[in-house]
């Protein structure tokens, strides 16, 4: 059914209740994992134009991505690559997952309410909005 799923992960506490419902199903349909961070800050959304070394958030989140990758395959023994995508959230989930030929993009959802979106955006508003393939969202747990 799924043959590869896009996890975008933001490196919070949400990214929990996603990596546990998406690691069942992924093993369950046998399915490939590429877990995508997209660093959105000043150095990475000007990396290409200004030549930038990678900043130590960008360093960060490549070391989150492969501690998280490296627990789904022990949990779950699900084949799992990862992607630190550069720049703007949306857009760069959007692409990754056409580049990779993903089936199933999986979000977690944060729960804001309406000034909340308006203020933070939706991610996964203008995601949805703008692909093809198929979504899943997780709600994250509320504090």
Not at 2 to 8: N, P, T
Not at 32 to 43: C, F, I, T
Not at 81 to 104: F, H, M, Q, S, W
Not at 118 to 143: D, M
Request: net charge negative; hydrophobic share 45%; proline share 1%.
């Amino acid at each position: 059914m799924y043959q590869k799923i896009l996890i975008a992960l933001d490196n919070t506490a949400s990214d929990a209740a996603l990596l546990a419902q998406v690691g069942k199903l992924a093993a369950l349909l046998q399915s490939e994992v590429l877990l995508v961070h997209v660093a959105d800050g000043w150095a990475a959304r000007n990396f290409d134009r200004f030549q930038l070394a990678e900043s130590e958030e960008m360093k960060e989140d490549r070391r989150y991505l492969d501690e998280t990758a490296e627990k789904l395959k022990s949990t779950h023994g699900l084949a799992v690559g990862t992607r630190l995508a550069l720049g703007n959230p949306p857009d760069e989930i959007l692409k990754v997952a056409y580049a990779e030929t993903c089936d199933l993009i999986a979000m977690a959802s944060h729960g804001h309410k309406f000034l909340g979106d308006i203020w933070h955006g939706s991610t996964i508003n203008r995601v949805r909005h703008n692909t093809n393939i198929t979504i899943l969202i997780v709600r994250a747990e509320r504090k």
